[in-house]
């Protein structure tokens, strides 16, 4: 009896030895809870966090189980931004996602020296803006989401549904790099479609409520370059051209959703899901130095009920090449 009672005794000891590794093991292999950082510039890409958070939920990373999002909303302020985005850092993420140019550009500075990764998206020039070296061989610690010229093919789209079109706005922001470049590209396409390009710099909201209040005759369309300043500002633009009677053309189909003509471009939702295959492959262990900057699709956009608005009658060919959104 006291050789069964001993060998109980060390059974049970066994048993209980088993019980707390196997608990610490599965404490060790649980799963990863990843801490993404997001500053945005502009209102306007707040679709591509809503994309993002998708993108990464289809990936398998459950929000509150396997990542958590720290996000204080768009930062208009370029100084605040910085500020925001030393603030992420101090709390460690694993990852930065950045939307827009004035924000990758924020991001790139506060990780200089930490190198935490930074996937971005959307930003329109970002070997020109500074951002990487190489669109196949970022470099560094940054990679993320592009978009090839789009400018030439939706002015043409646009001279196509209106074949009339003369003069036409180009209100930009001057100091954002982006618009600049772009504006530098579209110039010789317009000469060549026989339109005149009118560049209206304004660099501020305050300018842009000016500009709208007292928004000048003579043009026959508005056409906002791709511009994080003057796409937070789409919808006052599409009112505008409501009330002139004037076809709006906006970089992104979300710019078209929300009164405008005719675009040729991207889905700034799409992008935030493209931008969330790249942080699933950094938290797999590749560097963003060597996964190449990607290039979303675009599309052509019409709102056939701002058509209708302002009457004009677009052909079923331009139509059948379109995504045609009707309210």
């Known amino acids: 009896m006291k050789i069964l009672h001993r060998n109980s005794f060390i059974l049970i000891f066994i048993c209980l030895h088993l019980l707390l590794f196997a608990f610490a093991c599965d404490k060790q292999e649980g799963p990863k809870i990843y801490t993404i950082g997001v500053i945005n510039f502009s209102p306007a ?6 994309g993002f958070r998708q993108g990464m939920e289809e990936l398998g990373y459950g929000e509150g189980k396997h990542i958590r999002y720290l ?4 930062i208009a302020d370029k100084q605040e931004l910085a500020v925001e985005g030393k603030r992420l850092l101090a709390q460690k993420v694993d990852l930065i996602f950045s939307m827009s140019t004035p924000a990758s550009v924020v991001a790139k500075e506060v990780t200089a020296d930490a190198k935490t990764p930074v996937v971005f998206g959307p930003v329109s ?7 990487v070296t190489n669109l196949k061989h970022p470099g560094g610690n940054l990679t993320g989401v592009t978009f090839s010229m789009q400018e030439p093919k939706r002015l043409e789209f646009l001279q ?13 922001n001057s100091k954002d790099k982006s618009p600049t470049l772009n504006l530098e590209r579209l110039r010789p396409i317009a000469r060549k ?8 710099p304004l660099h501020n909201h305050q300018e842009i409520d000016t500009f709208l209040a007292h928004f000048p005759g003579g043009f026959d369309a508005i056409y906002l370059p791709t511009d994080s300043l003057m796409a937070s500002r789409t919808s006052d633009f599409a009112h505008i051209a409501l009330a002139h009677k004037i076809p709006l053309s906006p970089p992104q189909r979300e710019g078209v959703e929300a009164g405008g003509l005719v ?11 493209q931008a969330a295959r790249l942080a699933d ?3 797999r262990g590749i560097s963003p130095a060597d996964l190449p900057v990607e290039v979303t699709e675009f599309k052509a956009t019409i709102n056939q009920t701002t058509a209708k608005k302002i009457n004009i009658t677009i ?4 139509l059948r090449q379109a995504v045609v959104i009707r309210d």
């Open 45 to 50: 890409a707040e679709p591509a966090y809503e």
């Open 71 to 74: 996000y204080r909303g768009h």
């Open 125 to 131: 020039n970002p070997v020109a803006s500074g951002l």
């Open 160 to 172: 196509a549904i209106m074949p009339s079109i003369q003069r036409i706005c180009f209100p930009y």
């Open 193 to 200: 479609l026989g339109v005149e390009l009118v560049p209206i």
């Open 263 to 273: 675009s040729y471009g991207f889905s700034i939702f799409e992008v935030g899901r």
């Open 281 to 283: 492959q950094i938290f």
């Open 315 to 318: 052909s079923d060919s331009i």
